[in-house]
């Protein structure tokens, strides 16, 4: 099993930066990917980006190109999401989830094994 928390949402303005934190524990040798999703209220719930464990390859959805950055910190099992120029739209709930069998599918949330609770990102216009 491996578990999940999300930290560092919160209320922002317009244009204004958050960073998004996943710590991981349990068996995280097991990790092959990490990604970020989100849902808004009333949507369904959509990729938002993701990394590979070891090689650190990165996949970005198409509305957070050149916003949005993701890392990772292999030491502290630690996956970040950086995001920058926030707009209206990105308000949502985020997501942390973890793949263990990595198929390259890495924009479907069916691929992930592993969830974590959510953090709530607003951002004001």
């Known amino acids: 099993q491996v578990q999940l928390v999300e930290s560092g949402g919160g209320l922002v303005q317009a244009g204004g930066s958050l960073r998004l934190a996943c710590a991981a524990s349990g068996r995280t040798f097991s990790i092959v990917a990490m990604a970020w999703f989100r849902q808004a209220t009333g949507k369904e719930r959509e990729f938002v980006g993701a990394?590979?464990?070891?090689?650190?390859?990165?996949y970005y959805a198409d509305s957070v190109k050149g916003r949005f950055t993701i890392s990772r910190d292999n030491a502290k099992n630690t996956v970040y999401l950086q995001m920058n120029s926030l707009k209206s739209e990105d308000t949502a709930l985020y997501y942390c989830a973890a793949d263990v069998f990595w198929d390259g599918r890495y924009y479907s949330a069916s691929g992930y094994d592993y969830w974590g609770q959510g953090t709530q990102v607003t951002v004001s216009s």
């Open positions: 990394i590979t464990w070891r090689g650190g390859s990165t």
